[in-house]
């Protein structure tokens, strides 16, 4: 489903159509559950993660690592922070690499890096970690990046990855959302029984006849 059949949904059943204002509140909290309900889904089911995650194209840029210092040392980092990434069955993320899929980065912490130039192959691959949430890669000149991962606002992550693919038509809320159809299901059913207090008579967002948002 969309997020704008997700939300339809929702606000038929809570007598809130038309509301667009609710519509946005009440898919936030779809995300706030689904975050909740993840963590333990994928402990029970990790081959499920393929029904959460999200593609993301990141734009890269050269930065001075040891900016504030004489000396110099170039890698590339991304333009932008990315979503907050979901951790799951300790992944933090389901591919981190170049853009055909088929050169997979391998993370690191800082401080670890001479471990991974060891080894037959340890130059071959390049290595990447996470700075306040900016990815780093440790190679200058990088342009960008794909990352597959599961990510705690799926808009923002829709976002950033429509604006590196200069897609000008692309709509999130027409877009697949990234959740599997057994937790939906749960995610929906505990809205709405939640959500349905009768009178409907709570503003949302300074609109009238919405549904009271009951944590």
Not at 10 to 28: C, D, H, Q, T, V
Not at 114 to 122: D, K, P, T
Request: proline share 7%; glycine share 6%; with cysteine.
């Amino acid at each position: 489903m969309t997020p704008n059949q997700i939300t339809d949904l929702l606000a038929m059943e809570l007598r809130a159509e038309g509301n667009f204002p609710f519509k946005k509140a009440i898919l936030e909290r779809v995300n706030t559950l689904r975050e909740q309900m993840l963590k333990r889904t994928l402990e029970k089911t990790p081959a499920d993660r393929k029904f959460f995650v999200q593609p993301l194209r990141v734009p890269m840029e050269n930065f001075n690592m040891l900016e504030g210092t004489s000396l110099h040392k170039i890698w590339s980092r991304s333009k932008c922070a990315l979503p907050r990434p979901l951790r799951a069955n300790s992944t933090l993320f389901d591919y981190v690499g170049s853009l055909d899929g088929a050169s997979p980065f391998r993370h690191t912490e800082p401080g670890h890096e001479a471990f991974l130039a060891e080894g037959r192959y340890g130059t071959l691959t390049l290595a990447y970690r996470m700075e306040n949430y900016r990815l780093v890669v440790m190679q200058a000149g990088v342009p960008e990046v794909l990352v597959y991962g599961i990510f705690a606002d799926p808009e923002d992550a829709y976002r950033i990855d429509a604006a590196s693919r200069n897609c000008t038509d692309c709509d999130y809320w027409e877009a697949e959302y990234p959740c599997s159809g057994d937790v939906l299901d749960i995610i929906l059913q505990e809205i709405v029984t939640k959500w349905r207090t009768p009178p409907v008579n709570l503003a949302v967002n300074g609109v009238q006849n919405a549904p009271n948002p009951q944590a």
